[in-house]
């Protein structure tokens, strides 16, 4: 039996992190689409693990304009000088970089939500641990998710379709996924083996730790996503 305190907090954090991603996608439905389709959904559903943070950093460096822009508007957010946003001044290179690392973090956590699930119909083995066996597709699930988020993103900057850009996108996603995975499992690795022990989807407390766990996995892909861009294998949002 878990405390009551984590149970009420579970549950606070995680009806938090559904109304910022409802919140999210529904600020997206009003306002112009981002110039890389894909941004729709990597917003909201980081926005789910986020919070609040998530809602700041979709405010800060992905909000575009409202469909209809009021004549004469000065500022910076009426201009739409956000992400996917060409004509306005360039970003710092952190935000870019919290974009890249978000847009990364969109395919685990869509990947993390689907493969508890999938795992509770196809349960298996590895190193002798059903934890580990469930990490292992879950990592494989976010790989495939995940290149096709990149290849979302790399096909309009390229101006090009085709198996190249899927190659391309693998590569490029492989290491920032893989150091997102790293931070997630590190997470969990203390969740399950020192501090709770195994929890099930169907507890609230799962999800609490599962945000916990997202947020663990942008800090250890932020820096990651900073090399492959400074180093040109990733090309800056």
Same mark, same amino acid.
């Given at each position: 039996?878990?405390?009551?305190?984590l149970?009420?907090?579970?549950?606070?954090m995680?009806?938090l992190?559904?109304?910022?991603?409802?919140?999210?996608?529904?600020d997206?439905?009003?306002?112009?689409p @981002?110039?890389?389709a +894909?941004?729709?959904y990597?917003? %909201?559903?980081?926005?789910?693990w986020?919070g +609040?943070?998530?809602?700041w !950093? *979709?405010?800060?460096?992905?909000? $575009? %304009?409202?469909?209809?822009?009021?004549?004469?508007?000065?500022?910076?957010?009426?201009?739409?000088?956000?992400?996917?946003?060409?004509d306005?001044p360039?970003?710092?290179?952190w935000?870019?970089?919290?974009? !890249?690392?978000? &847009?990364?973090? !969109?395919?685990?956590?869509l990947?993390d939500?689907?493969?508890p699930?999938? =795992?509770?119909?196809? @349960?298996f083995v590895?190193?002798?641990?059903?934890?580990?066996g469930?990490?292992?597709?879950?990592?494989?699930l976010?790989?495939?998710?995940g290149v096709?988020?990149?290849?979302g993103?790399?096909? %309009?900057m $390229?101006?090009q379709?085709g %198996? &190249?850009?899927w190659?391309?996108?693998l590569?490029?996603?492989?290491?920032?996924?893989?150091?997102?995975q790293?931070?997630?499992?590190?997470?969990?690795?203390?969740v399950?083996?020192?501090?709770?022990g #195994?929890?099930? @989807?169907n507890q609230?407390? =799962?999800? =609490?730790?599962?945000?916990i766990a997202?947020?663990c996995? =942008?800090?250890?892909? *932020? @820096?990651?996503?900073?090399?492959?861009?400074?180093?040109?294998? #990733?090309?800056?949002?």
């Amino acid at each position: 039996m878990q405390a009551t305190w984590l149970h009420v907090l579970s549950w606070v954090m995680v009806a938090l992190g559904l109304a910022s991603g409802a919140f999210v996608a529904w600020d997206l439905s009003r306002r112009q689409p @981002p110039k890389m389709a +894909v941004m729709r959904y990597v917003w %909201p559903i980081n926005a789910l693990w986020g919070g +609040v943070f998530g809602i700041w !950093a *979709y405010w800060q460096i992905g909000r $575009m %304009p409202a469909r209809a822009v009021q004549p004469g508007a000065s500022s910076a957010r009426d201009r739409g000088e956000r992400l996917g946003d060409s004509d306005g001044p360039k970003r710092p290179f952190w935000q870019k970089i919290v974009a !890249a690392a978000f &847009h990364c973090g !969109a395919g685990c956590s869509l990947a993390d939500l689907i493969g508890p699930f999938l =795992f509770l119909l196809v @349960p298996f083995v590895v190193l002798g641990n059903e934890v580990f066996g469930e990490w292992t597709l879950d990592y494989f699930l976010a790989l495939g998710i995940g290149v096709g988020f990149q290849y979302g993103a790399l096909a %309009p900057m $390229m101006g090009q379709h085709g %198996p &190249h850009v899927w190659w391309r996108a693998l590569k490029v996603d492989f290491l920032s996924l893989t150091a997102w995975q790293v931070g997630m499992y590190g997470w969990m690795a203390l969740v399950i083996f020192v501090w709770i022990g #195994k929890l099930h @989807p169907n507890q609230i407390e =799962f999800w =609490f730790m599962m945000q916990i766990a997202m947020a663990c996995g =942008f800090l250890t892909a *932020y @820096p990651m996503n900073w090399w492959l861009v400074k180093a040109g294998i #990733k090309e800056a949002m």
